[in-house]
């Protein structure tokens, strides 16, 4: 019986970062499900617009992916998100599988990185290992996506975590809570002059780049400056990371083992 592995990313136009996040997330789960076919697809539609007009490239949307994946005799698929939290680009993966499930003998997806408490306490692990050496009065600030979906709660519940267990940094969200401008209020009044910007996406894209590192008046290190806190931007994703890739691994795993009956 044909055996596929899916990837499933929100994507990114940026060669560079898709080679060294999404492309080493897939290399890695690949290479953990070594019995199953590898196929991609990325959920934002704008970035499969732009690399279709822009350089030629057709990257399937979990829909297209799904049906190929049917039309061409596959009966087990195994389905990967590398989305960092359940929010709506998880739920677009998780509608598409209840339409396609009466296709396949047996279908799972793997959770999106940050779906359990576990998930949370392992992040921190894997992010310290990124970080640099910091000195008595810096520390590290994450930029996370945000969300409007209730999901956004994940970014303000690690951001809580690390502070009640003395991790030396702090977590934002560009379009939601927590805003940049709560965490320069308690970085002034704890004392820190510098910190280290981090993305806390999969890639290091147009948020990493514009919002986060450039010199525009809005951009994090320019808000960060203004109110006198130095900031180095470090323009790393999570996927290039290895113990967050294998936490993509361990989540696929457990979907895998939770349905465990080999199909008919």
């Known amino acids: 019986m044909k055996k596929a592995l899916l990837a499933i990313s929100f994507g990114t136009s940026y060669t560079e970062t898709r080679k060294?996040?999404?492309?080493?997330?897939?290399?890695?789960?690949?290479?953990?499900?070594?019995?199953?076919?590898?196929?991609?697809?990325?959920?934002?539609?704008?970035?499969?617009?732009?690399?279709?007009?822009?350089?030629?490239?057709?990257?399937?949307t979990p829909r297209e992916a799904l049906s190929r994946l049917a039309q061409a005799g596959y009966q087990d698929v195994a389905i990967q998100s590398l989305h960092v939290i359940k929010g709506d680009e998880y739920e677009k993966i998780v509608r598409e599988i209840e339409k396609f499930r009466p296709y396949f003998k047996r279908l799972v997806l793997g959770a999106p990185l940050l779906s359990r408490f576990e998930d949370y306490q392992q992040l921190m692990v894997a992010i310290q290992h990124q970080m640099p050496e910091l000195k008595a009065n810096e520390c590290a600030v994450f930029m996370g996506h945000g969300a409007t979906h209730h999901a956004f709660s994940a970014y303000a519940c690690l951001d809580h975590l690390m502070t009640s267990q003395g991790f030396p940094a702090r977590v934002g969200a560009v379009e939601s809570y927590p805003e940049i401008d709560l965490i320069i209020t308690d970085l002034k009044a704890k004392g820190i002059g510098n910190v280290h910007l981090m993305p806390l996406m999969l890639v290091a894209g147009d948020h990493a780049i514009n919002d986060m590192a450039s010199d525009e008046e809005d951009s994090w290190k320019s808000q960060l400056e203004k109110a006198g806190i130095g900031a180095t931007p470090w323009l790393q994703g999570l996927g290039e990371n290895r113990i967050i890739r294998q936490m993509f691994v361990s989540h696929l795993e457990d979907a895998i083992n939770q349905n465990c009956a080999e199909p008919a």
Request: aromatic share 8%; proline share 0%.
């Open 20 to 60: 060294k996040n999404i492309e080493a997330c897939e290399q890695q789960l690949a290479d953990a499900f070594d019995d199953r076919d590898l196929f991609r697809a990325f959920t934002s539609g704008m970035v499969i617009r732009k690399l279709e007009r822009r350089d030629g490239l057709k990257i399937d």
